[in-house]
């Protein structure tokens, strides 16, 4: 065995390192290690393995005294056991004419491997969220979508059956008391039945239609106000313009409900909006209050069977907000909605009030 030197050799045959010893006419004569199995078998010219081939030129330069050496970095030797690159450097011997090769792992490369590596499992990891964040959008899609039917069902068949029944009634008590006005209450039921056929239409007809289509607010207080007969004021901060935008829907629901509840249940003379932004730039929101002098009533009593204030704080919920009801008997009707400012529309706001200022 030619001698490799007493410090590479016991590395070689430790399998740290490999080694390879090659004639002047580029035949592979020996090698050590399995990190230079890439290498021909013994016998064989090296440049007909793939790392080598083609590189006749570069061996006589390197043999001829032109190159101190060939450095192969970052090279993957087609080895089964071999799972890492390695580094392969051809030296010349000129004292006993052959050349030397020795390879090692290049651990640079390995850790540019791994860093690629860690990139990867980030980026599947980063898919699996939005995968799992596009299903809580579907998820909430299809909540918001129950809800909806909800209370449509609400605002139509069970407004529209409770006129019935109640008109029912009090047919059947003028039967018993007075049969001359039997035909108005049938009379009056039949326009309960027809109004309610009207409102379950329009109710399918919104369901057939996106969500933000709508009136806005104010148009919503001035149709209440004309059907009532009730006083409406409005008051909304010019900040508050573009959140309400920007949550028309969500706000137009509430509001809806709670002005059918005062139609319906308070009998309210004197109803009050207002809507404003609270908080700091770095968490603001919109609040929007409607307030009522009607009967009230008390919030601790069931009500089963009823489900407008139940819809209404869901509503704000999957908005990312909150709703609350304030009421006692005899003192009206609070409600309050907060709802989150998104950054578009504080900076859309921020920007009305300074083109106002100029």
């Known amino acids: 065995m030619i001698d490799l030197g007493s410090e590479l050799l016991p590395a070689a045959r430790a399998d740290v390192i490999g080694l390879a010893v090659l004639r002047a006419d580029r035949t592979v004569q020996q090698k050590v290690g399995h990190l230079v199995e890439w290498l021909p078998a013994v016998g064989e010219d090296c440049c007909l393995c793939t790392l080598l081939v083609g590189m006749e030129a570069e061996m006589a330069a390197l043999s001829d005294g032109r190159r101190d050496l060939i450095a192969l970095s970052g090279v993957r030797a087609e080895l089964p056991g071999l799972d890492r690159p390695v580094t392969a450097v051809v030296l010349w011997n000129s004292d006993q004419s052959h050349y030397v090769v020795i390879a090692m792992p290049d651990f640079t490369a390995r850790q540019a491997e791994i860093m690629f590596e860690s990139e990867r499992r980030a980026r599947r990891l980063m898919e699996q969220q939005l995968e799992a964040a596009n299903s809580e959008v579907r998820f909430a899609s299809l909540v918001r979508t129950r809800l909806r039917l909800a209370r449509d069902l609400h605002d139509t068949l069970v407004h529209s059956i409770i006129a019935l029944l109640t008109q029912i009634r009090l047919t059947r008590h003028f039967l018993a008391t007075d049969p001359a006005r039997v035909s108005d209450g049938l009379a009056i039921a039949e326009e309960a039945a027809v109004n309610g056929l009207t409102r379950a239409r329009d109710a399918i007809a919104r369901l057939r239609m996106p969500d933000e289509l709508g009136s ?18 409005v008051h909304i901060d010019d900040e508050a313009r573009i959140a309400l935008q920007d949550h028309a829907t969500t706000v137009q629901r509430i509001v809806g409900e709670a002005l059918r509840n005062v ?22 929101s919109l609040l929007v209050a409607i307030r009522d002098d009607g009967r009230g009533f008390d919030r601790t009593t069931s009500r089963p069977g009823h489900f407008g204030l139940i819809g209404m704080a869901e509503f704000a919920e999957l908005a990312g907000g909150g709703c609350t009801v304030e009421s006692s008997p005899g003192a009206g009707t609070l409600v309050r909605i907060s709802l989150p400012l998104t950054a578009p529309a504080m900076k859309s706001g921020h920007g009305a009030i300074e083109a106002s200022k100029r």
């Open 216 to 233: 806005d607010v104010e148009g919503m207080l001035s149709d209440f106000a004309q059907q009532t007969g009730a006083e409406v004021s």
């Open 263 to 284: 139609e319906a249940h308070a009998k309210a003379r004197q109803v009050r909006f207002d809507a404003n932004l609270e908080g700091t730039e770095a968490g603001r």
